[in-house]
T-cell receptor, first 114, second 114 residues
Framework: DVKVTQSSRYLVKRTGEKVFLECVQD?????MFWYRQDPGLGLRLIYF???????EKGDIPEGYSVSREKKERFSLILESASTNQTSMYLC???FGTGSRDTQYFGPGTRLTVL | DQQVKQNSPSLSVQEGRISILNCDYT??????FLWYKKYPAEGPTFLIS?????DKNEDGRFTVFLNKSAKHLSLHIVPSQPGDSAVYFC?????????????FGDGTTLTVKP
């Protein structure tokens, strides 16, 4: 069974703080993704990575950065958290480079920025 | 420009009846389509998929239909059960996309009443 874990289920931070969200997968997947989920807006892709140290911007990268130093770990960084970054953050991974690859999701981190 | 749209934010059906969830897409390069199901406080999980070379794929109570000319797909659940109550996301991907990146719709919240 593929397991994707996220470092926190709930997180509360203050405006201007630097925030790290960590994601780890245990199935040697090539690809990893960060999404945010907001009511009425579905899942929006922030960043993704198809290899160690490789990253690509998704649809809404502004205000975020990522790091992938090891294959199993993909970190999302909010350099200076703002209230409009309050959201549910979901990490996912998939096996290869094919379009047919299913994504496996973590349980999500509910981030509140005060 | 939203490339994958689920126009019904919510759907309510009676237990035992059919649930039909709809999804429209605009990008003609999409050639693989997936449905994910999401329960509250959990990450989405893969449900069923269909390739563009097919017009129907069935897995137990779940059937996905694809109408390429209309750029429309639908998920049928028969019979619907209370445990099917969840948010359903439609996703689409294109061959040769980096990391098999998928584009998600906004989701439809299905409520199955006992």
């Amino acid at each position: 069974d593929v397991k994707v874990t996220q470092s926190s289920r709930y997180l509360v931070k203050r405006t201007g703080e630097k925030v790290f969200l960590e994601c780890v997968q245990d199935m040697d997947h090539e690809n990893m993704f960060w999404y945010r989920q907001d009511p009425g807006l579905g899942l929006r892709l922030i960043y993704f990575s198809y290899d160690v140290k490789m990253k690509e911007k998704g649809d809404i990268p502004e205000g975020y950065s990522v790091s992938r130093e090891k294959k199993e770990r993909f970190s999302l960084i909010l350099e200076s958290a703002s209230t409009n970054q309050t959201s549910m953050y979901l990490c996912a991974s998939s096996f290869g480079t094919g379009s047919r690859d299913t994504q496996y999701f973590g349980p999500g981190t509910r981030l509140t920025v005060l | 420009d939203q490339q994958v749209k689920q126009n019904s934010p919510s759907l309510s059906v009676q237990e035992g009846r059919i649930s039909i969830l709809n999804c429209d897409y605009t990008n003609s390069m999409f050639d693989y389509f997936l449905w994910y199901k999401k329960y509250p406080a959990e990450g989405p999980t893969f449900l069923i998929s269909i390739s563009s070379i097919k017009d129907k794929n069935e897995d137990g109570r779940f059937t996905v239909f694809l109408n390429k000319s209309a750029k429309h797909l639908s998920l049928h659940i028969v019979p619907s059960q209370p445990g099917d109550s969840a948010v359903y996301f439609c996703a689409a991907s294109a061959t040769n996309t980096n990391a098999g990146k998928s584009t998600f719709g906004d989701g439809t919240t299905l409520t199955v009443k006992p």
